[in-house]
């Protein structure tokens, strides 16, 4: 009876583990992460979930500026780039 017992508590433990996964890889995760930190999702804290910290809304607002630029500019780059006639 024991063992039982032991073997379902065993598998329902297994089929709840692979219940937190959600169908993601952890190199999906791991760029979630990244892609929440360029965001300004690090400067959300315990007091100001799920909003960003008012503290921290200039900093947010200047690493938003910076990737929107650095956007812009690849893209521009990336337009010149076919645009421009080739010198043989």
Not at 38 to 60: E, I, K, M, R, W
Not at 63 to 83: I, P
């Amino acid at each position: 009876m024991k063992k039982l017992v032991m073997v379902s508590f065993s598998l329902a433990l297994l089929a709840s583990s692979s219940a937190f996964a959600e169908g993601k890889t952890r190199a999906e995760v791991y760029q979630e992460l990244i892609e929440a930190q360029q965001n300004g999702l690090a400067y959300v804290t315990d007091a100001s979930y799920p909003d960003v910290s008012p503290a921290f809304t200039g900093t947010v607002a200047w690493m938003k500026a910076q990737r929107l630029a650095k956007q812009e500019q690849a893209a521009d780059m990336a337009s010149g780039a076919s645009a421009a006639p080739r010198v043989q």
